[in-house]
Nanobody
Framework: QVELVESGGGLVQPGGSLRLSCTAS????????IGWFRQAPGKEREVVSC????????YYADSVKDRFTISRHGAKNTVYLQMNNLKPEDSAVYYC????????????????????WGQGTQVIVSS
């Protein structure tokens, strides 16, 4: 079976840091695009960051640029989202997703077919 499991969320003060992890099982994550998404109550789900499987290129939403970093650890079959200088506006449930499947590899990870999702991990940024 194909599975993604997120971890690392929690409650932090503004200005604090968290590192989210997404561990894959049932497939090799390095072969596919991976994305981090978030959804706050009453808001639409949005893409936070993603990573291409082709050359390691990445995308960041303007709201998190220069604060968040996406990275992969192939041996652990895991992708991370390092989140620094957190703001209350970052509070949301964070999900990882992958375009695992018979899809054409995309250099732009925003064009991935993200149809496999983790269960989510909650991040609360509050004083």
């Amino acid at each position: 079976q194909v599975e993604l499991v997120e971890s690392g969320g929690g409650l932090v003060q503004p200005g604090g840091s968290l590192r989210l992890s997404c561990t894959a099982s049932g497939f090799t994550l390095d072969f596919y695009a991976i994305g981090w998404f978030r959804q706050a109550p009453g808001k639409e789900r949005e893409v936070v960051s993603c990573s291409s499987s082709t050359d390691g290129s990445t995308y960041y939403a303007d709201s998190v640029k220069d604060r968040f970093t996406i990275s992969r650890h192939g041996a652990k079959n895991t992708v991370y989202l390092q989140m620094n200088n957190l703001k209350p506006e970052d509070s949301a449930v964070y999900y990882c997703a992958t375009d695992y499947g018979p899809y054409y590899p995309q250099a732009n990870c925003l064009e991935g077919e993200y149809d496999d999702w983790g269960q989510g991990t909650q991040v609360i940024v509050s004083s």
